[in-house]
């Protein structure tokens, strides 16, 4: 008897319960976003756009000068690497196809009896057009100018230029680097209109030779002192003072037309990102110094300055949280200065420590390095909507400890350890198929589109996980994604309202995978049997019907 009346109970309960589930229910919304089926793919927001890309480029730094005068059997097969847009008989890449070359023009220090710099710093140093009585040879920078001129070749058709200092012969000590005694830039005013002559005459001599030079900087990291003792630099540079930047800027702004220079002057071009938006020394803080209208060093106003503000990503990732907050920041200074301005990444490698994660370096693959590159350009892109991205530098030849995937896309080993080598080898690091994978495919002009994936919807775990970026050509329709799997597992991906919301021509995409054991491979895949490898690049292209 006791337990029949719990069992009634317990049914009574049931009933009542039920009876108000269903009551409940008659007062809910059915368009209630809860009751939507969540989201189970990647989804392209091809409407939610962002910025329009301008390039994707490497400094020849100063090694180009070096490789560029080697026999043309062994640096040929170097410029097909960095320039090319062709393929193999099996569709794969032979090159990364830059977008953009940067050159250097070049101080002189080569040309000194006496440089000042140590004897194993000899790669650094370079040659200048105009020699210290006035006369120009446009025949120096032999090789850099080979470089230029296959980049050409090979349809590269935007290219920049920038100078660590004045030639020496104008300097205030006689040197490419800063000595005891100098202070801010080492150029006394005086010679203003000289450099500023300098660099209109490089220039101009470029465009008539047909080059399309976008931008040229005068003033390169100047945060930094670059101060060392004759005989101990190891490179050229100079400080300068932001009011230092600004008088040069506007006299050079004069010569440019003058002369009928098409290049705009880039200022700034700064060390690091935070130099760029925020500080309160004579040297930082750059876009309110030279883009606020009401400030003392303003020269957003001259007819030749460039709207490119230019930084380098050298140690702004020490966390993700400070990678993604600095570009973040970056970003938005940019947006309130309201006068069309945009953010070029004009260096970075593998600089500080931070690429290794808490790991020895005995435990990195070389495909580790190619990820943490990848990485870093995606937060620019991604988070400081970069439309100009360049690696420093193209070549390196150090080989100490793991140097060689560090500081290069193409690591060269000449046959002499000095400036009178005749000839050298050279390796593909893994690096440069990393930036293919963005610089092959992504081409000027395209736009960024949002993607959202729903299993990374926290910025800090997908750069740290998992990354896409997307692309389109509105024009040609074309689709570009690029996919960094930092995981160690590989990951299937399906698309959101495919079929519905859009559709790839032939139902595949072409696929171009960089792995620890492979560069750029070409593979195809429908769009429902997409697989990204464990700790791979990936760039998947297609087009939209």
């Known amino acids: 008897m006791y337990n029949n009346k719990i069992v009634s109970i317990i049914f009574y309960l049931l009933l009542l319960l039920m009876t108000w589930s269903c009551e409940k229910d008659k007062f809910t919304d059915p368009n209630d976003p809860r009751f939507d089926p969540e989201a189970s793919g990647i989804t392209l927001n091809f409407e939610n756009r962002f910025q329009t890309i301008d390039h994707f480029g490497a400094s020849g730094g100063f090694q180009d000068q070096w490789v560029g005068k080697w026999p043309d059997v062994s640096k ?5 690497l960095l320039f090319s847009s062709e393929t193999d008989s099996q569709g794969n890449p032979e090159g990364i196809g830059l977008s953009l070359w940067r050159t250097i023009i070049g101080d002189g220090a080569a040309d000194q009896a006496n440089s000042g710099f140590t004897p ?17 040879d446009f025949t120096k ?8 001129s296959k980049a050409r070749e090979y349809g590269v058709s935007k290219f920049t230029a920038w100078a660590t200092t004045p030639p020496y012969f104008m300097t205030k000590n006689g040197y490419t680097f800063r000595t005891s005694g100098v202070n801010g830039f080492n150029c006394p005013e005086e010679n203003y209109d000289d450099y ?45 003072l932001n009011s230092e930047v600004a008088a040069v800027t506007k006299i050079m702004d004069a010569k440019f037309t003058e002369k009928g220079v098409n290049a705009k002057i880039m200022i700034p071009e700064a060390g690091q990102l935070t130099y760029l938006y925020e ?19 303003y020269v957003g106003d001259l007819s030749n300055i460039s709207n490119h503000i230019a930084g380098h990503s050298y140690f702004s990732n020490s966390t993700t949280n400070q990678s993604l907050t600095q570009r973040k920041s970056l970003r938005s200074k940019i947006e309130s200065t309201g006068g069309g301005l945009d953010y070029w990444q004009t260096e970075y490698s593998l ?23 990848s990485r870093i350009i995606h937060t620019d ?40 080598h005749t000839d050298g080898t050279f390796y593909d690091v893994k690096n440069l198929w990393a930036l293919g994978n963005f610089s092959r495919f992504v081409r000027p002009g395209m736009v960024r589109f949002e993607v959202i994936d729903p299993d990374f919807t926290d910025d800090n775990a997908s750069v740290e996980n998992f990354m896409i970026s997307g692309y389109t050509n509105s024009t040609s329709k074309e689709v570009v994604l690029v996919v960094i799997n930092n995981l160690e597992e590989s990951r299937k991906i399906d698309f959101e309202g495919y079929g519905e919301v859009f559709e790839i021509e032939g139902n595949f995409f072409d696929i171009y995978t960089t792995s620890q054991s492979s560069n750029l491979k070409k593979s195809t895949a429908t769009y429902d049997n997409i697989n990204i490898p464990a700790k791979s690049i990936v760039t998947l292209t297609g087009k939209l019907k």
């Open 76 to 80: 040929e097969p170097i410029a097909k």
């Open 120 to 136: 194993n710093s000899w790669f650094r140093e370079t040659e200048c057009f105009l020699d210290d009585q006035g006369v120009y």
């Open 141 to 148: 920078q032999a090789g850099e100018q080979w470089f230029l």
């Open 196 to 240: 500023a002559t300098f660099l209109a005459d490089v220039v101009k001599n470029y465009e008539n030779q047909g080059y399309n030079f976008e931008t040229v900087c005068a003033f390169n990291e100047t945060q930094y002192e670059w101060s060392f003792e004759i005989g101990q630099a190891s490179q050229s540079g100079t400080q300068a």
């Open 279 to 297: 500080g309160n020394q004579n040297t930082t803080n750059q876009i309110d110094e030279f883009f606020n209208s009401s400030g003392s060093n």
């Open 351 to 373: 600089l500080g420590t931070a690429y290794q994660q808490g790991q020895g370096i005995p435990n990195l693959e070389e495909i580790d390095y190619a990820l943490w590159l």
């Open 381 to 420: 892109l991604v988070f400081g909507n970069a439309t100009g991205w360049s690696f420093w530098t193209a070549l390196n030849q150090s080989t100490f400890g793991d140097h060689p995937f560090r500081f290069n896309l193409i690591l060269y080993e000449p046959n002499s350890n000095g400036p009178s």
